[in-house]
């Protein structure tokens, strides 16, 4: 399976979520602004919960579940790799 990583903004209206200008990116980028995002929602004195949230958090993403945290949506797709 191949794996295609994409970030977008997402802001909130009272009960309804919008995602806003989807951009696929490296899995380095998305690694690093999913890690950057959860260490700014965890105030200092949560920091020892980082490890099992960002645990968690990957594991929805591997269900192909969409995450949003803050003002990012994250997602993976998975596609079936042709054979040649």
Request: overall charge positive; charged content about 35%.
């Amino acid at each position: 399976m191949k794996k295609t990583y994409y970030v977008a903004k997402a802001s909130k209206s009272g009960n309804l979520n919008f995602v806003l200008g989807q951009e696929k990116v490296s899995e380095t980028v998305f690694n690093d602004l999913l890690q950057a995002k959860l260490k700014e929602l965890l105030t200092e004195e949560n920091q020892e919960q980082y490890e099992r949230c960002l645990q968690e958090v990957t594991e929805a993403l591997e269900s192909k579940k969409p995450v949003t945290i803050g003002d990012r949506n994250f997602e993976i797709k998975f596609t079936k790799e042709r054979k040649s």
